[in-house]
């Protein structure tokens, strides 16, 4: 384990008499910051955070600039200050706080100093400071004596202590490559601590110790180093859990000097009490006195659990300790007199201990579900003209370790998972594409997710290219997981067995949560794989054993899955006539669950919205009534389809018209807010739905405020409020108040589902993960703000946003992973967009596999692209959409009309897509650069032969449907490392 150095060795410069200390970017490379070394360099004062707009008009050739932390990344700081010119770089924080490890390219020397400093030198009259290489010194650590933050909590998986010992690893001054020394921190740190502070007492025990045999000194060197290490306790003075510190931290002095070390069961000085659901545990260890005179020890106990928060969220640890004192826990001593050990010359003794909950400790720890640590200290506390303690740490769990939860929440529960939401799904074998099951397809954009373990149903697998497959979140490591499916007889039909699975974490490099899954997957044939097993419910079952663990042990979820190869059933039709007014009735049935219905015209065009059934009961009939006199069809048809994607289309139904008139009318929207100049498509209800004459008319009070059409459709001209009015043609009326505001006034923080369905400035929350912004048709004009603290160096995972219709669209600041292979970055499905940019945006594809583009404009739409921001796109090596324009499956591989008028736009492929163009097999339509400064680069590693700016690899519609690219205006740079054109077509 690491403790951080009470001393930090930094290097400073000098601002008249202070002293600032800095880390520098570069350390240990020709790029230090002393190689700018001067007593008097002159350096400029950048108002912002130094971005392109913050350098202009300001002369900083050949000089060092500072510069605020915050929105940018450290990187496109120090870009954007070489592309000016400068010489050097000063980053000084936002906030107070310990100084970071800054990142950056290395292009010139650069540093990271304090909030407090920084702001020194914005205040200095005369803007210079003295840069010296000699400007070394130690400074006093804030957080000196402290466990590190980064150092890695115990126990093992099988309820072991670890880690052992602790030494200093955080900001340590050592060597570095090139024959230079810097600081760094880690446990990487501490490692060569506790390898010199080893050979120190190697070298003690070889001299005092020769006869032992390697093994007994390698033994004895860890026996000591453990018995004299001295606990850390946190900044409120409790010691620090041994799960964090293990037996403290390593003084070699007292390890060499000591009379006395310590022995536990297995030889080293720990007692691992296992699991108690009783709150009793016992333990012995030994005390062997190395000298020729007698020691004399007071035995201390230390009982830790961990701390409990309560807030009014609930209750949570608090990754602290806490000590427990007489009156929760009962310490117990045996073998010796009282609390004090003596033990002769040569001799050893050992003491027995006994610890017990008692019933207010019991109670206070009842609400820790699945169980609780109990761990501490025995100090031996010396008696002794050497005065150097013995400690020997214990660590135990009050519950039953093995019956903590191996498997997290499911998608079918009402539980939130804590990380990673088990469920199954229906793969297509080669593509791996598929849905999770049991969900309703038809509710999920604009209603909550129909989840239901029930409505877990698959179809006829022709040819068995489909298969179910577990992905599972593990809040553990297993010994194994297994997949099983049995039928209703209990009789096996399908296994697959996976052996050690690593609980589900954050992996940074791919950007994901790891899960476990059944790789092989049930296809739903019999056991020979030549039939398709018979309709019926089955059991997929999946069990685990948690490391350490037996059969005794295994723990298991089932979920039920039919297989369902039945098409729904229309059971009858009517029409009849309520006054005047003729409905057409429709009853489906079902021999499991319907998921959706809907009208379609004799060409199969939809005349109504799919309609979601959601029943309770298999096989229940479903009747809907539609209002057949608007429709306007002399006859339709219904479509309905099951959980198991069984698709019903039925023969004709003929229909007429009925009469009726309004009796009230409703507004959808009231008290509404919008910025001046956007606009937004009102809409009412007439009641009864059924009304014949659904004619509206509408009216604004100050037009002068908004103007609204005769369809509803609002222009908020400017600031003020006006009322609006809706009425319907015998005199029914609703009103409410609109409101004009500036449009930088108007953000609103966007909530749950994330759905937006008028003009606006949206900011998102901070870290919001894996969810699709939807921008519905009625929404026009849009800006999307990212949360400062997701930079692009610390993105949203899996946020895209979903444009429905035309759309002008402005994006700041948004940075965001791309972590599914069937999601864009950002999608416009509109027939004309604009993205106008502000501040730096990034867009990066981080999936293993994906074949949509970045920023989708495919064939069909047209996309403007302009503002004074920075867009940066890049698609990984196994993407096959272009950064911008077209994907590559068949209707989307052919980008749109793409204009780009202004703004700074980096692209880089690595995958078989353009840069700017067409995805896979598809080529651009229709590109057009009139202003902008545009870097594009196809940097193809994996898939050679796309054009950075034009067709996608393999084009092929180049003869068919041949593509447009005019260049007006602007800066380009094109750089093409394949085979294909830097403008123009694929190889």
Same mark, same amino acid.
């Given at each position: 384990?690491?403790?951080?150095?009470?001393?930090?060795?930094?290097?400073?410069?000098?601002?008249?008499?202070?002293?600032?200390?800095?880390?520098?970017?570069?350390?240990?490379?020709?790029?230090?910051?002393?190689?700018?070394?001067?007593?008097?360099?002159?350096?400029v004062v950048i108002q912002g955070i130094g971005t392109v707009d913050d350098f202009k008009n300001i002369d900083v050739k050949g000089k060092i600039v500072l510069v605020k932390r915050g929105t940018i990344t450290f990187t496109e700081k120090e870009t954007?200050?070489?592309?000016?010119?400068?010489?050097?770089?000063?980053?000084?924080?936002?906030?107070?706080?310990?100084?970071?490890?800054?990142?950056?390219?290395?292009?010139?020397?650069?540093?990271?100093?304090?909030?407090?400093?920084?702001?020194?030198?914005?205040?200095?009259?005369?803007?210079?400071? /003295?840069?010296? =290489?000699?400007?070394? %010194?130690?400074? @006093? +650590? $804030? *957080?000196?004596?402290?466990?590190?933050? !980064? #150092?890695?909590?115990?126990?093992?998986?099988?309820?072991?202590?670890?880690?052992?010992?602790?030494?200093?690893?955080?900001?340590?001054?050592?060597?570095?490559?090139?024959?230079?020394?810097?600081?760094?921190?880690?446990?990487?740190?501490?490692?060569?601590?506790?390898?010199?502070?080893?050979?120190?007492?190697?070298?003690?025990?070889?001299?005092?110790?020769?006869?032992?045999?390697?093994?007994?000194?390698?033994?004895?060197?860890?026996?000591?180093?453990?018995?004299?290490?001295?606990?850390?306790?946190?900044?409120?003075?409790?010691?620090?859990?041994?799960?964090?510190?293990?037996?403290?931290?390593?003084?070699?002095?007292?390890?060499?000097?000591?009379?006395?070390?310590?022995?536990? /069961?297995?030889? =080293?000085?720990?007692? %691992?009490?296992? @699991? +108690? $659901? *009783?709150?009793?545990?016992?333990?012995? !260890? #030994?005390?062997?006195?190395?000298?020729?005179?007698?020691?004399?020890?007071?035995?201390?106990?230390?009982?830790?659990?961990?701390?409990?928060?309560?807030?009014?969220?609930?209750?949570?640890?608090?990754?602290?300790?806490?000590?427990?004192?007489?009156?929760?826990?009962?310490?117990?001593?045996?073998?010796?007199?009282?609390?004090?050990?003596?033990?002769?010359?040569?001799?050893?003794?050992?003491?027995?201990?006994?610890?017990?909950?008692?019933?207010?400790?019991?109670?206070?720890?009842?609400?820790?579900?699945?169980?609780?640590?109990?761990?501490?200290?025995?100090?031996?506390?010396?008696?002794?003209?050497?005065?150097?303690?013995?400690?020997?740490?214990?660590?135990?769990?009050?519950?039953?370790?093995?019956?903590?939860?191996?498997?997290?929440? @499911?998608?079918?529960?009402?539980?939130?998972?804590?990380?990673?939401?088990?469920?199954?799904?229906?793969?297509?074998?080669?593509?791996?594409?598929?849905?999770?099951?049991?969900?309703?397809?038809?509710?999920?954009?604009?209603?909550?997710?129909?989840?239901?373990?029930?409505?877990?149903?698959?179809?006829?697998?022709?040819?068995?290219?489909?298969?179910?497959?577990?992905?599972?979140?593990?809040?553990?490591?297993?010994?194994?997981?297994?997949?099983?499916?049995?039928?209703?007889?209990?009789?096996?039909?399908?296994?697959?067995?996976?052996?050690?699975?690593?609980?589900?974490?954050?992996?940074?490099?791919?950007?994901?949560?790891?899960?476990?899954?059944?790789?092989?997957?049930?296809?739903?044939?019999?056991?020979?794989?030549?039939?398709?097993?018979?309709?019926?419910?089955?059991?997929?079952?999946?069990?685990?054993?948690?490391?350490?663990?037996?059969?005794?042990?295994?723990?298991?979820?089932?979920?039920?899955?039919?297989?369902?190869?039945?098409?729904?059933?229309?059971?009858?039709?009517?029409?009849?006539?309520?006054?005047?007014?003729?409905?057409?009735?429709?009853?489906?049935?079902?021999?499991?669950?319907?998921?959706?219905?809907?009208?379609?015209?004799?060409?199969?065009?939809?005349?109504?919205?799919?309609?979601?059934?959601?029943?309770?009961?298999?096989?229940?009939?479903?009747?809907?009534?539609?209002?057949?006199?608007?429709?306007?069809?002399?006859?339709?048809?219904?479509?309905?389809?099951?959980?198991?994607?069984?698709?019903?289309?039925?023969?004709?139904?003929?229909?007429?018209?009925?009469?009726?008139?309004?009796?009230?009318?409703?507004?959808?929207?009231?008290?509404?807010?919008?910025?001046?100049?956007?606009?937004?498509?009102?809409?009412?209800?007439?009641?009864?739905?059924?009304?014949?004459?659904?004619?509206?008319?509408?009216?604004?009070?100050?037009?002068?405020?908004?103007?609204?059409?005769?369809?509803?459709?609002?222009?908020?001209?400017?600031?003020?409020?006006?009322?609006?009015?809706?009425?319907?043609?015998?005199?029914?009326?609703?009103?409410?108040?609109?409101?004009?505001?500036?449009?930088?006034?108007?953000?609103?923080?966007?909530?749950?589902?994330?759905?937006?369905?008028?003009?606006?400035?949206?900011?998102?929350?901070?870290?919001?993960?894996?969810?699709?912004?939807?921008?519905?048709?009625?929404?026009?004009?849009?800006?999307?703000?990212?949360?400062?603290?997701?930079?692009?160096?610390?993105?949203?995972?899996?946020?895209?946003?979903?444009?429905?219709?035309?759309?002008?669209?402005?994006?700041?600041?948004?940075?965001?992973?791309?972590?599914?292979?069937?999601?864009?970055?950002?999608?416009?499905?509109?027939?004309?967009?604009?993205?106008?940019?502000?501040?730096?945006?990034?867009?990066?594809?981080?999936?293993?596999?994906?074949?949509?583009?970045?920023?989708?404009?495919?064939?069909?739409?047209?996309?403007?692209?302009?503002?004074?921001?920075?867009?940066?796109?890049?698609?990984?090596?196994?993407?096959?959409?272009?950064?911008?324009?077209?994907?590559?499956?068949?209707?989307?591989?052919?980008?749109?009309?793409?204009?780009?008028?202004?703004?700074?736009?980096?692209?880089?492929?690595?995958?078989?897509?353009?840069?700017?163009?067409?995805?896979?097999?598809?080529?651009?339509?229709?590109?057009?650069?009139?202003?902008?400064?545009?870097?594009?680069?196809?940097?193809?590693?994996?898939?050679?032969?796309?054009?950075?700016?034009?067709?996608?690899?393999?084009?092929?519609?180049?003869?068919?449907?041949?593509?447009?690219?005019?260049?007006?205006?602007?800066?380009?740079?094109?750089?093409?490392?394949?085979?294909?054109?830097?403008?123009?077509?694929?190889?």
């Amino acid at each position: 384990a690491s403790i951080n150095n009470s001393k930090i060795i930094g290097a400073y410069i000098l601002a008249d008499e202070t002293k600032i200390r800095y880390t520098d970017a570069n350390e240990g490379t020709s790029k230090e910051f002393n190689s700018l070394e001067g007593e008097s360099v002159e350096y400029v004062v950048i108002q912002g955070i130094g971005t392109v707009d913050d350098f202009k008009n300001i002369d900083v050739k050949g000089k060092i600039v500072l510069v605020k932390r915050g929105t940018i990344t450290f990187t496109e700081k120090e870009t954007n200050a070489v592309t000016a010119g400068a010489s050097g770089i000063i980053v000084y924080d936002n906030a107070p706080g310990n100084l970071l490890n800054m990142k950056t390219d290395g292009k010139i020397p650069a540093i990271f100093i304090s909030k407090e400093h920084g702001e020194i030198l914005v205040n200095k009259s005369e803007k210079n400071i /003295s840069i010296s =290489k000699s400007y070394k %010194e130690a400074f @006093d +650590s $804030t *957080s000196k004596g402290q466990m590190s933050d !980064f #150092s890695s909590w115990g126990v093992s998986p099988d309820l072991k202590l670890k880690p052992e010992i602790t030494a200093p690893g955080g900001d340590i001054y050592s060597t570095l490559p090139g024959g230079v020394y810097g600081s760094m921190s880690g446990t990487s740190m501490a490692t060569p601590h506790m390898a010199g502070a080893s050979s120190l007492v190697r070298q003690y025990i070889n001299e005092k110790f020769p006869s032992l045999t390697m093994k007994e000194k390698e033994l004895l060197a860890t026996q000591l180093l453990m018995s004299t290490a001295i606990p850390a306790t946190d900044p409120d003075g409790v010691a620090y859990s041994p799960r964090k510190q293990g037996s403290g931290v390593a003084n070699i002095y007292s390890a060499v000097k000591t009379s006395a070390y310590l022995i536990g /069961s297995d030889g =080293k000085p720990k007692a %691992e009490l296992g @699991d +108690s $659901t *009783s709150g009793e545990y016992s333990f012995k !260890f #030994s005390v062997k006195n190395t000298s020729d005179l007698p020691v004399k020890y007071t035995v201390d106990t230390t009982v830790l659990t961990e701390k409990i928060l309560a807030t009014d969220e609930g209750k949570f640890f608090a990754q602290a300790s806490e000590e427990l004192d007489a009156s929760k826990v009962s310490v117990t001593l045996e073998g010796i007199e009282g609390n004090i050990i003596t033990v002769d010359g040569g001799k050893t003794e050992s003491i027995s201990i006994s610890l017990k909950l008692t019933d207010s400790a019991k109670k206070d720890l009842k609400v820790c579900n699945n169980g609780t640590f109990i761990d501490g200290f025995v100090t031996l506390i010396s008696e002794n003209t050497d005065k150097i303690n013995l400690n020997f740490p214990f660590v135990g769990f009050y519950g039953d370790w093995q019956a903590i939860p191996i498997f997290d929440n @499911d998608l079918y529960d009402d539980e939130t998972a804590a990380m990673y939401e088990t469920t199954l799904g229906y793969f297509n074998r080669t593509t791996w594409k598929g849905s999770y099951l049991g969900v309703n397809l038809f509710n999920g954009k604009d209603k909550p997710v129909i989840a239901d373990e029930n409505k877990i149903a698959i179809g006829p697998n022709i040819n068995g290219g489909y298969s179910v497959n577990a992905v599972v979140g593990l809040l553990r490591n297993a010994e194994e997981v297994s997949y099983t499916v049995t039928d209703s007889k209990g009789n096996e039909v399908y296994k697959n067995k996976a052996g050690k699975e690593t609980k589900s974490f954050y992996d940074g490099n791919s950007g994901s949560i790891t899960y476990a899954v059944d790789g092989a997957g049930w296809d739903s044939m019999n056991s020979k794989g030549n039939k398709p097993l018979e309709d019926g419910v089955y059991t997929y079952k999946i069990s685990g054993i948690p490391i350490g663990g037996d059969e005794k042990d295994l723990q298991e979820i089932k979920f039920p899955v039919t297989i369902d190869t039945q098409e729904p059933e229309l059971i009858n039709t009517k029409i009849q006539t309520i006054d005047g007014v003729k409905y057409l009735t429709i009853t489906l049935k079902d021999n499991h669950y319907l998921q959706g219905m809907q009208l379609v015209d004799e060409k199969g065009d939809p005349l109504t919205e799919i309609i979601v059934l959601d029943k309770d009961k298999t096989g229940s009939e479903y009747d809907q009534i539609f209002k057949i006199g608007d429709l306007n069809m002399e006859s339709v048809k219904v479509v309905a389809v099951d959980y198991a994607m069984n698709f019903l289309e039925t023969d004709s139904i003929a229909l007429s018209e009925g009469d009726i008139a309004p009796e009230s009318v409703t507004l959808k929207d009231r008290n509404l807010e919008l910025a001046e100049g956007s606009e937004f498509q009102m809409s009412a209800k007439v009641n009864p739905y059924n009304s014949k004459d659904k004619t509206l008319t509408w009216s604004s009070s100050n037009e002068d405020v908004a103007t609204i059409s005769e369809t509803g459709y609002v222009k908020a001209l400017t600031k003020g409020e006006t009322t609006i009015t809706v009425s319907t043609v015998n005199g029914k009326t609703d009103s409410t108040t609109l409101k004009v505001v500036d449009k930088d006034e108007l953000t609103t923080e966007l909530k749950a589902p994330y759905i937006i369905y008028n003009d606006g400035n949206y900011k998102l929350p901070v870290d919001l993960l894996d969810k699709t912004v939807v921008i519905k048709d009625t929404a026009k004009s849009v800006s999307i703000v990212g949360n400062n603290t997701n930079t692009n160096m610390n993105p949203y995972s899996g946020v895209d946003i979903s444009c429905e219709g035309n759309v002008d669209l402005v994006i700041n600041n948004f940075n965001t992973k791309v972590t599914s292979f069937f999601k864009n970055a950002i999608e416009f499905k509109g027939a004309k967009n604009t993205l106008t940019l502000k501040g730096d945006n990034t867009l990066t594809s981080v999936s293993e596999y994906s074949d949509r583009a970045i920023i989708s404009a495919a064939y069909g739409t047209e996309l403007e692209i302009l503002g004074k921001g920075t867009l940066n796109v890049i698609a990984s090596k196994n993407n096959y959409g272009a950064c911008i324009g077209g994907g590559s499956s068949e209707k989307i591989m052919d980008s749109g009309t793409i204009n780009i008028s202004d703004g700074v736009i980096n692209a880089t492929t690595y995958g078989a897509g353009a840069a700017i163009g067409g995805g896979y097999g598809g080529i651009a339509t229709n590109i057009n650069i009139s202003g902008g400064k545009v870097t594009a680069i196809a940097d193809v590693k994996s898939y050679n032969g796309s054009a950075t700016i034009g067709s996608g690899s393999g084009a092929e519609n180049i003869d068919k449907l041949p593509g447009t690219i005019k260049v007006t205006g602007g800066e380009i740079k094109a750089i093409n490392c394949s085979n294909g054109e830097t403008i123009g077509d694929c190889s």
